[in-house]
């Protein structure tokens, strides 16, 4: 039991990891900060240096925020906030620079728009999965009134998804 407990331990700790030993060894500071910053997320740079602790590596800061900062001037812009919105992802604080912020948080709520029309359309589509369950079982019964409700139900649903779907066309236009 011991073991097993330790080995949960170390997976969880592991995969809290934004690096590895080895990656903490070879890592080039700068492109480590632009990968962050390109992937909208913060600043990690107290992540890395407690994952990289262990390996006795302490992060280049002006290097790291070099990147970071060049990361920041490439992601920030309409295309990205639109990719990130899509995400369902909560707004980055990166994009702080003059005229950064408006373009991604523009770009940001027309792809939060198309991820929340997703999330309806997936929700809509459970519920024919559950109604296809109900008319099967209607069928078996032989209740014919029921299978006819929840078909004309089913129509109902079908029609709000090509709405939502039509929906998701229009905002990407």
Not at 8 to 25: D, G, I, N, R, Y
Not at 136 to 151: G, P, Q
Request: proline share 2%.
């Amino acid at each position: 039991m011991k073991k097993v407990a330790l080995l949960v331990t170390t997976l969880f700790l592991s995969s809290c990891s934004t690096m590895s030993t080895e990656e903490c060894k070879t890592v080039n500071w700068k492109d480590k900060g632009f990968e962050d910053a390109t992937k909208g997320n913060p600043i990690h740079l107290s992540k890395h240096r407690k994952a990289c602790a262990e390996a006795h590596v302490t992060p280049n800061r002006p290097l790291y925020m070099a990147g970071y900062n060049a990361g920041a001037r490439q992601f920030c812009n309409y295309e990205s906030g639109i990719r990130f919105g899509k995400t369902g992802r909560s707004t980055s604080n990166i994009c702080n620079g003059p005229g950064q912020r408006q373009k991604f948080i523009r770009g940001y709520q027309k792809g939060k728009q198309i991820y929340d029309l997703n999330i309806q359309i997936s929700s809509k589509e459970s519920e024919l999965y559950s109604l296809d369950k109900k008319i099967k079982k209607a069928r078996k019964k032989s209740n014919a009134t029921e299978v006819d409700h929840l078909y004309r139900e089913k129509e109902l649903i079908n029609s709000l998804i090509s709405s939502l779907r039509r929906e998701i066309i229009r905002i990407e236009q």
